[in-house]
């Protein structure tokens, strides 16, 4: 398969050269015809399968063309989760369209609006946005969605999770009603679901849980370790394995703050990314992280759920999450588009249940590997596979199911 044979106009198949895209992944190949086709897409595709191309392409070949741009109005819109993702999502759409005459802009909070507003007045063809900054401005009255003809709910399970489907039903209500669906998501749980149900109708489904082909290659281990000498195995990880580029998930702010300043001390350049750093600070960190001239970067789940690096090498878990598709999509942040990846969790006793609940989703054990001189006074036990989350089974009778089955291949382990 090659993106021409998809219906490509030649702008756009120069950009994706220039790219170095040489074939569509397997959720390219699915998506971009239907797309093209006019109809309506649920698909459930992990982040780093190619996914964004996989939307955008298509949504640019239906908005080419001349036309006059009118002002606080928009073709396409695009929403996000998180204001990583719409910055990094706008910037794939500028580089697809870079042959063409479409123009694109990200919209998130945390930023004066007045700017904001000057660009939606100036036209804009694709709007990337985030919830509440999308509410927000319409409640202004600086957008209205008359000319409107394409959505997209990207990562619609991450958006539920962060708790936004009451702002996106909202946003939903205010868009007409003829208008070409997109929905993308990771997982397809119950509430992404009745989200495609309630919102989506005649939808094609897509879904990749069998073409592991497309999927990240990724080497997971562990490592168990008594709590308080986690950050001391972390900094000898990092000398000993000299690593170059890790993106390490903690749980607090205040914890993220912390090991980065331990790190440093210990000579490593670390740098924490989170909520109370301003946006330029977090824009820095990210691109000198990108860039690879800041080996380590530290961030709560929220904070990292956006990055999207190429060819990211590592992720480490400096603690383990809360929730097992959560350390579905930390790892997926590695091994992206045929790049292979490692994921290392650091695990002490108290994350036993946690590991429990992440080893039967995964459907089987993560290799471990641990170091004789931190050795875990208290020892975590070996995992019971069939675990199920007490509140899992009462709220729904039984676990969830999605494209990461047990015994999923993508998911390699060492052992
Ligand atoms: P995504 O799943 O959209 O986050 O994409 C993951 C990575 O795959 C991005 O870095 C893209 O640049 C890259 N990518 C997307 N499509 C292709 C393709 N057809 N061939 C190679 N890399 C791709």
Not at 67 to 89: D, G, S, Y
Not at 97 to 112: K, Q, T, Y
Not at 387 to 396: G, H, I, L, Q
């Given at each position: 398969?090659?993106?021409s044979k998809?219906g490509?106009?030649e702008?756009?198949?120069k950009?994706?050269?220039?790219?170095?895209?040489?074939?569509p992944t397997?959720?390219q190949a699915?998506?971009?015809?239907?797309?093209l086709?006019?109809?309506?897409v649920?698909?459930?595709?992990?982040?780093?399968?190619?996914?964004t191309?996989?939307?955008v392409l298509?949504?640019?070949?239906?908005?080419?063309g001349?036309?006059?741009?009118r002002?606080?109005?928009?073709?396409a819109?695009?929403i996000?989760?998180?204001?990583?993702?719409?910055?990094q999502?706008q910037?794939?759409?500028?580089q697809?369209a870079?042959h063409?005459d479409v123009?694109?802009?990200a919209?998130?909070?945390?930023?004066?609006?007045?700017?904001?507003k000057?660009?939606?007045?100036?036209?804009?063809?694709?709007?990337?946005?985030?919830?509440?900054?999308?509410?927000d401005m319409?409640?202004?009255r600086?957008?209205?969605f008359?000319e409107l003809e394409?959505?997209?709910l990207?990562?619609a399970?991450?958006?539920?999770d962060m708790?936004?489907?009451g702002?996106?039903?909202?946003i939903i209500e205010?868009?007409?009603e003829?208008r070409?669906?997109?929905?993308?998501?990771a997982?397809?749980s119950d509430?992404v679901?009745?989200?495609?149900d309630t919102?989506?109708?005649?939808?094609v489904?897509?879904?990749?849980?069998?073409?592991?082909?497309?999927?990240?290659?990724?080497?997971?281990?562990?490592v168990?370790v008594d709590?308080?000498?986690?950050?001391?195995?972390l900094s000898h990880?990092?000398?000993?394995?000299?690593?170059?580029?890790a993106?390490v998930?903690?749980?607090?702010?205040h914890?993220?703050a912390?090991?980065?300043?331990q790190?440093v001390?210990r000579?490593?350049?670390?740098?924490?990314?989170?909520?109370?750093?301003s946006?330029a600070?977090?824009?820095?960190?990210l691109a000198?992280f990108k860039s690879?001239?800041l080996?380590i970067?530290?961030?709560?789940?929220?904070a990292?759920?956006?990055i999207?690096i190429d060819?990211?090498?590592?992720?480490?878990?400096?603690?383990?999450?809360d929730?097992a598709?959560?350390?579905i999509?930390?790892?997926?942040?590695?091994?992206?588009?045929?790049a292979?990846g490692?994921?290392?969790?650091?695990?002490s006793n108290?994350?036993?249940?946690?590991?429990?609940?992440?080893e039967?989703?995964?459907g089987?054990l993560i290799?471990?590997r641990d170091?004789?001189a931190f050795?875990a006074?208290k020892?975590v036990?070996?995992?019971?596979l069939?675990?199920?989350k007490k509140?899992?089974?009462?709220s729904t009778g039984?676990?969830s199911?999605?494209?990461?089955k047990?015994?999923?291949p993508?998911?390699k382990?060492?052992?």
């Amino acid at each position: 398969m090659t993106f021409s044979k998809l219906g490509l106009c030649e702008p756009i198949l120069k950009a994706v050269l220039e790219q170095g895209y040489t074939a569509p992944t397997p959720i390219q190949a699915k998506v971009i015809p239907e797309i093209l086709a006019g109809r309506s897409v649920v698909a459930s595709a992990q982040t780093g399968t190619g996914k964004t191309a996989g939307f955008v392409l298509p949504i640019l070949e239906r908005l080419k063309g001349e036309r006059k741009r009118r002002a606080k109005r928009m073709r396409a819109l695009i929403i996000e989760p998180t204001r990583e993702l719409a910055v990094q999502v706008q910037e794939s759409i500028r580089q697809y369209a870079r042959h063409l005459d479409v123009v694109s802009m990200a919209m998130f909070g945390g930023v004066d609006t007045e700017q904001q507003k000057q660009q939606l007045i100036e036209g804009v063809d694709i709007l990337v946005a985030t919830p509440g900054r999308l509410l927000d401005m319409i409640h202004q009255r600086a957008l209205h969605f008359d000319e409107l003809e394409i959505l997209v709910l990207d990562e619609a399970d991450r958006m539920l999770d962060m708790g936004f489907i009451g702002d996106i039903n909202k946003i939903i209500e205010r868009l007409p009603e003829q208008r070409q669906n997109l929905l993308l998501s990771a997982t397809m749980s119950d509430d992404v679901r009745r989200l495609a149900d309630t919102n989506i109708e005649n939808a094609v489904e897509i879904s990749l849980e069998n073409d592991w082909a497309s999927a990240p290659k990724i080497t997971q281990w562990l490592v168990t370790v008594d709590k308080h000498n986690k950050s001391a195995l972390l900094s000898h990880l990092i000398s000993e394995h000299q690593w170059t580029q890790a993106l390490v998930f903690i749980r607090t702010k205040h914890g993220a703050a912390k090991l980065a300043s331990q790190l440093v001390k210990r000579g490593i350049n670390a740098e924490a990314i989170h909520s109370d750093r301003s946006q330029a600070n977090r824009s820095k960190i990210l691109a000198e992280f990108k860039s690879g001239e800041l080996p380590i970067l530290i961030g709560t789940g929220i904070a990292a759920r956006g990055i999207d690096i190429d060819n990211l090498e590592r992720v480490v878990n400096y603690d383990l999450p809360d929730d097992a598709d959560d350390y579905i999509h930390r790892i997926g942040r590695t091994g992206r588009a045929g790049a292979s990846g490692e994921a290392v969790s650091l695990v002490s006793n108290d994350d036993f249940k946690r590991l429990c609940a992440i080893e039967s989703r995964l459907g089987q054990l993560i290799g471990r590997r641990d170091n004789e001189a931190f050795k875990a006074v208290k020892e975590v036990p070996i995992s019971i596979l069939d675990f199920v989350k007490k509140s899992a089974r009462e709220s729904t009778g039984r676990r969830s199911t999605d494209g990461n089955k047990p015994g999923n291949p993508w998911l390699k382990n060492r052992k």
